[in-house]
């Protein structure tokens, strides 16, 4: 699977982004995507997946409410709308896929593995 994110940029706390991961090379809707966020200096962490075949999607608590994943099956798409940004949502964002289904592991980067190459989300206070 090859994934290619987009969307990233600039934007003021409060503010708006959408994030694209078009992936290929493999039926999307047999592998589960999700987002990860690596800020400056942290480790990456989860954000939010969807479960392939049409399962849940589920997010880290500290996106609840403000991000939302979808994917659009027919064109190979996985989208992830960011609301009411923050300062501390600052960070690369990585698409990651995976054939895997097992729910106790999608939290977790180890079960991903094909990574997009990121895109940069700043947030200005």
């Known amino acids: 699977v090859q994934l290619q994110a987009s969307g990233g940029g600039l934007v003021q706390a409060g503010g708006s982004l959408r994030l694209s991961c078009a992936a290929s090379?493999?039926?999307?809707?047999?592998?589960?995507m999700a987002w990860f966020r690596q800020a400056a200096g942290k480790e990456r962490q989860f954000v939010a997946a969807s479960r392939r075949n049409g399962g849940s999607t589920f997010y880290a608590d500290s996106v609840k409410g403000r991000f939302t994943l979808s994917r659009n099956n027919a064109e190979n798409t996985v989208y992830l709308q960011l609301n009411s940004l923050k300062p501390e949502d600052a960070a690369v964002y990585y698409c990651?896929?995976?054939?895997?289904?097992?729910?106790?592991?999608?939290?977790?980067?180890?079960?991903?593995?094909?990574w997009g190459q990121g895109t940069l989300v700043t947030v200005s206070s």
């Open positions: 990651a896929a995976t054939s895997t289904d097992i729910i106790s592991s999608l939290r977790l980067e180890g079960a991903y593995a094909y």
């Open positions: 090379g493999r039926t999307f809707r047999t592998v589960t």
